[in-house]
């Protein structure tokens, strides 16, 4: 449980020091947006989500955001159909 809180605050303290302050508000709540959708859909299909995914995902999903794409412009343009998940029940996952 501490891990797990542990990397959820250096996700936090990542994307806090990224970003310009006044936009800083807006952008973390779309990543947790992001984030928090992504563990609940890979938790379900009982599959690991690896934080360096989970970054590289809703970081691209904050850019498209912010450049006038729609919530589903964004996933289509962030997500990489090509990228296995994977299934290794034995790691925790986020």
């Not at 947790?32 to 809703?58: G, I, P, V």
């Not at 964004?74 to 998940?85: F, G, L, R, V």
Request: hydrophobic fraction near 40%; charge should be positive; charged fraction near 20%.
């Amino acid at each position: 449980m501490a891990r797990i809180l542990g990397l959820k605050l250096v996700v936090i303290a990542a994307v806090a020091t990224t970003v310009p302050a006044e936009a800083g508000l807006k952008d973390n709540i779309i990543f947790s947006s992001c984030a928090s959708a992504m563990r609940k859909e890979y938790q379900q299909a009982d599959k690991q989500l690896l934080l360096s995914q989970l970054n590289a995902t809703c970081s691209c999903v904050v850019k498209q955001i912010n450049s006038q794409k729609t919530i589903e412009q964004a996933k289509a343009s962030c997500i990489n159909a090509d990228q296995p998940i994977s299934s290794n029940r034995k790691r925790q996952s986020l």
